[in-house]
């Protein structure tokens, strides 16, 4: 034996174990998925328990998480993790992203909470409430994929790169959404 194999370190035969059935999975084999499941639910499933401070709301994460590891599993790079590895960073993203989008809908419900108890008296609060009208018409008109991703960016505070993940969408597909729902809302807001 080279001494060049010698030193060349040994795979552990649990993680080449692993590394060959996300290979598998990456073909489609379903038993491979099922298998790789049983062996990392668990450990996800407690990070995920501990990031959302819920075991529901873990749990659908952890199948959000699965399901993102076998639609993605050609992204799977031996050379810059473990199996394992690779599924607790997907579930760790995933969580931090729904702890965001909580605490944002936190502080938006926390900011039109502050508001005064009585409506302002005068014409303000009816051009307000016209225009929120406007505005919810006009969302109306988008079709439905442009109109979720302006609801997302707008209503939930979720960035271009949330709002993909959160879709499963590509980047540029969301903000050509976006794109194209703003100016056809500029259009149907500025018609007289």
Known sequence: MSQVAAERPRLDPQIAEDVLLVGRVRAGDRDAFAELFDRHA?????????????????????????????????????????????????????????????????????????????????????????????????????????????????FEGLTHTQIAHRLEAPLGTVKSRIHLGMSKLRQVLSAP
Do not use: H, M, N
């Open 42 to 154: 668990p450990v996800v499933l407690g990070l995920l328990v501990r990031i959302l401070g819920s075991r529901p709301e873990a749990e659908e994460v952890l199948q959000e998480v699965f399901l993102q590891a076998w639609r993605q599993a050609d992204r799977y790079d031996p050379a810059r993790s473990t199996p394992r590895g690779w599924l607790l960073v997907l579930a760790r993203s995933r969580a931090l992203d729904l702890v965001r989008s909580r605490e944002s809908r936190k502080r938006r419900e926390s900011e039109t909470s502050v508001a005064p108890d009585v409506a302002p008296v005068g014409t303000e609060s009816l051009e307000e409430r016209e225009r929120q009208q406007q505005v919810s018409s006009a969302l109306g008109t988008l079709p439905s994929e442009q109109r979720r991703c302006i609801e997302l960016a707008f």
